[in-house]
């Protein structure tokens, strides 16, 4: 399934340069990634948060749901509390790759390195 996220404030980019993977990381290889971080009352979250739920029942069944709730199931979106005060009130959501992503400007134009 593909699913456009909507755009959002982005934290701790590294789109550059490959980052090599954190302590107790199950990802060995090192990969460019960024956090986008929403409002958690962001109503242009809902078919993401649907999407979210879809796949998880379609792999656990009419329980995926509650699983998701209980934390039982760990969700791509994520709370921002107890993790940065300035995240507090918000949903964060981390996107990571082995290819080196595009980076453009507000005019489409690409951007090397910053």
Same mark, same amino acid.
Do not use: C, H
């Given at each position: ?16 340069? $490959? ?10 290889? $090192? ?15 809902? +078919? ?25 199931? +760990?969700? $791509? ?38």
């Amino acid at each position: 399934m593909q699913i456009i996220v909507p755009t959002g404030e982005v934290a701790y980019p590294f789109v550059f340069k $490959p980052q090599p993977p954190m302590a107790g990381s199950t990802n060995k290889d $090192p990969s460019y990634q960024l956090v986008i971080v929403y409002d958690e009352d962001d109503k242009r979250l809902d +078919k993401l948060k649907k999407a979210i739920e879809d796949v998880a029942t379609a792999k656990f069944g009419a329980k995926a749901k509650k699983m998701l709730e209980a934390g039982q199931l +760990k969700s $791509p979106l994520r709370k921002g509390e107890g993790r940065a005060d300035w995240l507090e009130g918000k949903l964060t959501m981390t996107a990571r790759t082995s290819e080196k992503p595009e980076v453009v400007d507000r005019d489409l134009d690409d951007i090397e390195n910053l």
